[in-house]
């Protein structure tokens, strides 16, 4: 059982809420803590080993921990990208990726699943998006914010919709389980060493509770593997993990310090033959 975490729930919590709650301590394999209208300090008191907690609201799931940092869904940065896509504006994203109608894609480090929402929006209502997310209790809020989250914006909320939470964990333990050539897409967009724009100074919460494992070289090999088309990383212009994952082509503004690499499945296969 997992100590680091528990569950509990807002101040008053009705029959249905409990359950809830209880649900998801079960899913997560942690403690649930009774609330008994105590404020986090008095409930965290009770168990010392704990750092996280995710508290079940009635609208909402809120992750926080001791040091007062908190994160709950919201489409943000996503659904502001969206609605530029909407006004004709182009993505990098999209320029990278090359999304049609009909495609599926896998996020491999799903996050509060921004991105995945434009790809689901460019791959529509006959394409396919599934996220993976490495921490589990951040992964339960991104899926339940996909599931119920309304913006004021309905092309933005069936996108979300449409997101599938395949797997809670590294997504290595997804990659190596995935028949070959099983999505059209695999994307990885994993923390930076560094805040690099404004982009990453909204990830601050996000990193408070994310998973910081490095991407690497054998996942990048079972993302080839698994891709029809594209396999595409998200870093920093100047990082060297493009260059140490062998990905050498990348999309991105001149004046953003935001790349993606994107490695062609049938380029690296032709090479693989004739070299
Ligand atoms: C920079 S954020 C991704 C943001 C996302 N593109 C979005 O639009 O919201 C990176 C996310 O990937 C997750 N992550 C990092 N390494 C992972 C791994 N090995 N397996 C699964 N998820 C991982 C982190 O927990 C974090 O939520």
């Not at 528990?6 to 809420?17: E, N, Q, R």
């Not at 601050?204 to 891709?227: M, N, P, V, W, Y």
């Amino acid at each position: 059982m997992r100590t680091d975490l528990i569950v509990t729930t807002s101040h008053k919590p009705d029959a249905a809420l409990a359950a809830r709650a209880a649900g998801f301590a079960q899913e997560l394999g942690c403690a649930l803590a009774g609330r008994h209208a105590e404020g986090m300090p008095v409930v965290f008191g009770r168990y010392p080993e704990a750092q996280k907690a995710l508290i079940v609201q009635s609208a909402r799931l809120l992750l926080v921990d001791r040091v007062g940092h908190e994160v709950f869904f919201h489409p943000n940065l996503g659904a502001l990208r969206l609605r530029n896509l909407l006004r004709g504006h182009p993505d990098y994203l999209q320029l990278a990726m090359q999304l049609v109608p009909g495609e599926s894609v896998l996020d491999c480090t799903l996050g509060h699943a921004g991105e995945a929402t434009l790809c689901a929006f460019l791959v529509g209502e006959t394409g396919e998006v599934h996220g993976i997310e490495g921490s589990r209790e951040l992964g339960i809020v991104t899926r339940e914010g996909l599931r119920v989250f309304e913006t004021e914006n309905r092309i933005i909320n069936a996108a979300m919709r449409r997101i599938q939470v395949v797997h809670l964990g590294h997504h290595l333990e997804f990659l190596k389980a995935c028949p070959d050539k099983r999505y059209d897409v695999v994307y990885f967009d994993p923390f930076f060493d560094v805040a690099v724009d404004m982009t990453e100074e909204t990830m601050g919460a996000l990193k408070a509770f994310g998973d910081h494992s490095i991407l690497t070289l054998e996942a990048i090999t079972q993302a080839k593997r698994i891709a029809r088309r594209l396999v595409v990383v998200k870093t920093a212009r100047w990082s060297e993990l493009l260059a140490e994952l062998g990905i050498t082509e990348f999309v991105g503004a001149r004046h953003r310090r935001v790349v993606y690499g994107t490695l062609s499945v049938s380029d690296s296969e032709k090479s693989a033959t004739e070299g």
